[in-house]
């Protein structure tokens, strides 16, 4: 009898464990707001902890998304770490799209709350040339170059074995469908990508949603215009 309630005591003990993530303020690092160079030092701060020792490093993570470029350059910092035996731990509380989401893609754990906005989509530049066939076609053939190997990795990364599944990947891929982390986790075979936690602790900006460099341009904005910017939150239509 004893041992049977040790039993469920410990048991007990682990859901409650579950329920809650906490960061370590001193190896966290933050993907707050649109991603561009702003994050290359995210990427040195990354780099420069997980040389420090093998302790798990968390990325805090609120992000509409943004460059490719420099959003790939975070990753190789991430594969890095992950090479010297080092868990990176990604906790989104809010949202991850677009180039934010493949980040998550690369994490070690992926920690959410069961409201946090997901989204994945083909990769998307913005043009104001003229243009020639030839021009549309080079164009065309470089976003394939980064949309089909991204396809691969969602196939990898939700256990997708069958064509069916598949072709419901790619349709939310195409139509930028954005999920509900409890959705997508519902969803996709891969129970494992994400863990659904009740409480988040350890760091006071888990609901910032703008970088430093996004409030100035919203304050700029302000005083320029005399209008009222809204700051990114949870965007449904032209996330880059």
């Known amino acids: 009898m004893r041992k049977l309630?040790?039993?469920?005591?410990?048991?007990?003990?682990?859901?409650?464990?579950?329920?809650?993530?906490?960061?370590?303020?001193?190896?966290?690092?933050e993907i707050i707001g649109s991603i561009g160079f702003n994050i290359i030092e995210s990427a040195k701060k990354l780099n420069k902890l997980s040389l420090e020792n093998k302790k798990d490093i968390f990325l805090l993570i609120n992000s509409p998304g943004g460059s490719v470029a420099t959003g790939t350059i975070f990753i190789s910092a991430m594969t890095m770490a992950k090479e010297r035996g080092v868990k990176v731990k990604c906790v989104v509380p809010v949202y991850a799209a677009s180039m934010a989401f493949s980040i998550m893609l690369n994490c070690s754990e992926n920690y959410v709350l069961a409201g946090t906005q997901l989204l994945f989509h083909p990769v998307r530049i913005g043009l104001m040339a003229?243009?020639?066939?030839?021009?549309?076609?080079?164009?065309?053939?470089?976003?394939?170059?980064?949309?089909?190997?991204?396809?691969e990795l969602l196939y990898k990364t939700f256990q997708a074995d069958t064509n069916e599944m598949k072709e419901k990947i790619n349709i939310?891929?195409?139509?930028?469908?954005?999920?509900?982390?409890?959705?997508?986790?519902?969803?996709?075979?891969?129970?494992?990508?994400?863990?659904?936690?009740?409480?988040?602790?350890?760091?006071?900006?888990?609901?910032?949603?703008?970088s430093d460099k996004d409030k100035m341009r919203r304050k700029e904005l302000e005083q320029s215009f005399d209008v009222i910017y809204i700051a990114p939150t949870l965007p449904?239509?032209?996330?880059?």
Do not use: H, M
């Open 172 to 210: 939310a891929f195409v139509e930028e469908k954005w999920w509900n982390a409890d959705e997508l986790l519902e969803f996709i075979n891969n129970k494992s990508f994400i863990t659904i936690v009740n409480n988040i602790e350890g760091n006071d900006n888990i609901f910032e949603l703008e």
């Open 5 to 29: 309630l040790l039993i469920l005591v410990l048991l007990k003990g682990i859901a409650i464990n579950a329920q809650t993530i906490k960061l370590d303020k001193k190896r966290t690092v």
């Open 236 to 240: 449904r239509e032209g996330v880059n």
């Open 130 to 151: 003229y243009l020639t066939a030839y021009d549309a076609k080079k164009i065309y053939d470089n976003l394939l170059s980064f949309d089909i190997p991204l396809l």
